[in-house]
């Protein structure tokens, strides 16, 4: 029996409809939730709502965020969702109240919270920070600042193309979280503003960071307790404190770091380069299996240092030695210029020595025509290749 034609059309019609939508996801615009991209109407409200549905949905969801700029208090993007694949487009501009003290005491501004495969795309977060920073220069009671954006307790995340500007804190967090990856990312803060590390990471597994440029007051990437298999390629930091594992062994009770990779990276006038710092006191913590390699120093005040012996203004540590054993950390393939006369310096705990230290291919000269100086203690290792300064192993 022949099929009629027409009804041949609307059955492949209605297939092609029905597998389109099956596959295709549900999209929400901020916009249409009230958001207004005027620069002072709160929108907070809306952005929740989309978050809202996108969660909600039992489908793959995307919210866009248009161009223009958006005025939020502070929002809180919670989980579990009822799917684990929300893309977040953003081609505007989210700004913070400007008035340090509305979100000073929060601990992120944009917090996403027991989430699973989130991506987010383009944006710029404008913290609004140098009110705070202005308050903390010249008076002690200002609030801590909120970091600009948290992940927490996630995991499957993706970010790329974000622009992070001025956080009144830490710029990105990431806490207790699995498979994250950060892609292009730019962060931007002035070279003496307090407190505003780029990203810190801790308690987290399989995180990667490509392809970034941080400018910031503090510690471009920070790498806490608990975080392994962790790897950083192409980053510059310019200016900034550099790229640190710890503060570790603030507690007694404390996880451990290992396997992390940092790879092509250029440290420009920056505090340090690469570090590994720990307070001096007793902890079970530890950082091992660590690998440093083809990294350039541009005028670095510490362009390689270990320091066991962090203890700020003297408290609940002076004259306590460091418990992190730190072991396996190689340098490999390291030039450029010191700002200091010190450029290796490894000053290690002593009752756990640091050991498996490996320098390789390492020329760092001084700036100021001065012999560059490697310094030891309680360190044992081994140089091979060119080391410049020569090793004090
Ligand atoms: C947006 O508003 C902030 C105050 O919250 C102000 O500092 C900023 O200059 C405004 N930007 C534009 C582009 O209007
Ligand atoms: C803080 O004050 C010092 C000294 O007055 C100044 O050099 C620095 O630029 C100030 N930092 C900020 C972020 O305003
Ligand atoms: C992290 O990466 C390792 C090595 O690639 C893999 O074996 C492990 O399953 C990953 N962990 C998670 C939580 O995905
Ligand atoms: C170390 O971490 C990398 C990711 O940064 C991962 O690919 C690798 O499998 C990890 N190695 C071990 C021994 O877990
Ligand atoms: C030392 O760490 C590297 C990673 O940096 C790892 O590949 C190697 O297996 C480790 N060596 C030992 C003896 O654990
Ligand atoms: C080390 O670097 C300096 C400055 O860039 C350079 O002049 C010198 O030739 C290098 N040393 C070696 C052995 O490559
Ligand atoms: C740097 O020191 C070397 C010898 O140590 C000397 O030959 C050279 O002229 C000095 N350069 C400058 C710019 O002072």
Not at 34 to 51: R, V
Not at 162 to 169: E, I, R, W, Y
Not at 183 to 198: F, V
Request: proline share 4%.
């Amino acid at each position: 029996m022949a099929i009629p034609r027409t009804s041949l059309v609307l059955f492949l019609v209605s297939m092609f409809f029905d597998s389109t939508f099956a596959a295709s996801s549900s999209s929400y615009n901020v916009i249409s939730f009230g958001a207004k991209p005027d620069n002072q109407s709160d929108s907070t409200q809306a952005f929740q709502a989309a978050w809202a549905k996108a969660c909600a949905s039992t489908k793959s969801a995307s919210i866009y965020v248009p161009r223009g700029r958006y005025y939020l208090r502070s929002v809180t993007f919670n989980g579990p969702c009822k799917n684990n694949a929300i893309s977040m487009r953003i081609d505007g501009s989210l700004v913070a109240p400007s008035d340090f003290r509305v979100i000073g005491n929060l601990v992120a501004w944009i917090m996403f919270r027991h989430v699973n495969g989130v991506t987010i795309a383009g944006g710029i977060l404008d913290g609004q920070g140098t009110g705070l920073w202005d308050c903390k220069n010249s008076t002690k009671d200002c609030p801590n600042g909120a970091t600009t954006l948290e992940f927490s307790n996630s995991k499957n995340i993706a970010i790329t193309g974000l622009t992070s500007l001025n956080s009144q804190m830490f710029h990105v967090v990431v806490n207790d979280c699995q498979n994250l990856k950060i892609k292009g990312l730019k962060i931007i803060a002035s070279g003496d503003s307090p407190n505003t590390d780029g990203i810190h990471v801790e308690q987290s597994s399989n995180v990667t960071i490509l392809n970034s440029h941080i400018s910031t007051g503090d510690d471009c990437i920070s790498i806490g307790p608990g975080t392994f298999n962790m790897w950083i390629e192409n980053i510059v930091c310019k200016p900034g404190h550099g790229i640190s594992i710890g503060s570790l062994g603030k507690n007694l009770e404390e996880a451990g770091v290992r396997n992390i990779t940092v790879k092509k990276a250029l440290f420009s006038h920056t505090q340090n380069g690469v570090r590994i710092k720990t307070w001096g006191r007793p902890s079970n913590g530890f950082a091992t299996n660590i690998l440093f390699q083809k990294i350039v120093m541009d005028n670095v005040k510490n362009p390689i240092i270990i320091d066991q012996n962090y203890c700020p203004n003297h408290k609940d540590c002076s004259s306590q030695a460091s418990g992190v054993q730190i072991s396996n950390v190689t340098y490999q393939d390291i030039h450029g210029t010191s700002a200091t006369q010190i450029a290796v310096k490894f000053d290690c705990s002593p009752t756990n020595p640091c050991v498996q230290i490996r320098l390789e291919d390492i020329n760092l000269t001084s700036r100021k025509n001065q012999t560059a100086q490697a310094v030891c203690s309680h360190v044992e290792g081994i140089a091979t290749g060119l080391v410049e300064p020569t090793s004090c192993f």
